[in-house]
């Protein structure tokens, strides 16, 4: 019968493979805010467009001046897609290939009764699918929770200030 005792690790100890890719993530949340205020602006100016074009000849900004405003913030917002979207992807794989690393080196050191006690299988788990499952979970789950914080809370002020 098996005697593993099963070992979970803290958020401390996973912070720690986090750590050497601080200086980007920190760049990537950046980046992912500067895309949620760009979506915020996005509707506003779709709404002066249409005042605009509905006041007609009355208007005191012409239609195509908004016209060519929301052309250039979708721009910018699409050029800053592509780039926070390389560093996440770029950022992912790094992460997992340092991880990877680390535990193919940790299994290594490891003594031959640990790989004779457990299956391939399970190890080969830990140094492929577990790696990955924790990298995805920083660079696609955790970078991503601020910013669409702050795109639902800006959404809720924006149609209290515009309908009260």
Same mark, same amino acid.
């Given at each position: 019968?098996?005697?593993?005792?099963?070992?979970?690790?803290?958020?401390?100890?996973? #912070?720690?493979?986090? /750590?050497?890719?601080?200086? *980007?993530?920190?760049?990537?949340?950046?980046?992912?805010?500067?895309?949620?205020?760009?979506?915020?602006?996005?509707?506003?100016?779709?709404?002066?467009? /249409?005042?605009?074009?509905?006041?007609?000849?009355?208007?005191? /900004?012409?239609?195509?001046?908004?016209?060519?405003?929301?052309?250039?913030?979708?721009?910018? !917002?699409?050029?800053?897609?592509?780039? &926070?979207?390389?560093? *996440?992807?770029?950022?992912?794989?790094? =992460? &997992? &290939?340092?991880?990877?690393? !680390?535990?193919?080196?940790? =299994?290594?050191?490891?003594?031959?009764?640990?790989?004779?006690?457990? !299956? !391939?299988?399970?190890?080969?788990? *830990?140094?492929?699918?577990?790696?990955?499952? *924790?990298?995805?979970?920083?660079?696609? /789950? #955790?970078?991503?929770?601020?910013?669409?914080?702050?795109?639902?809370?800006?959404?809720?002020?924006?149609?209290?200030? =515009?309908?009260?």
């Amino acid at each position: 019968m098996d005697q593993r005792k099963s070992q979970h690790i803290g958020f401390g100890e996973v #912070l720690a493979y986090i /750590t050497p890719h601080r200086n *980007i993530l920190v760049s990537i949340v950046i980046l992912l805010l500067l895309g949620s205020l760009l979506s915020l602006a996005g509707p506003w100016l779709a709404g002066k467009l /249409t005042a605009s074009l509905l006041a007609g000849s009355a208007a005191t /900004t012409p239609p195509l001046q908004f016209l060519f405003l929301w052309f250039g913030l979708m721009s910018v !917002r699409a050029v800053l897609d592509f780039f &926070t979207q390389y560093h *996440i992807g770029y950022t992912g794989e790094r =992460m &997992t &290939t340092d991880l990877r690393n !680390r535990l193919y080196a940790h =299994m290594q050191a490891l003594p031959l009764d640990y790989h004779h006690l457990n !299956r !391939r299988g399970d190890t080969l788990s *830990i140094l492929y699918a577990d790696a990955h499952v *924790i990298s995805a979970f920083v660079t696609d /789950t #955790l970078v991503h929770l601020l910013p669409a914080l702050l795109t639902f809370f800006g959404a809720g002020l924006a149609l209290g200030w =515009m309908n009260p």
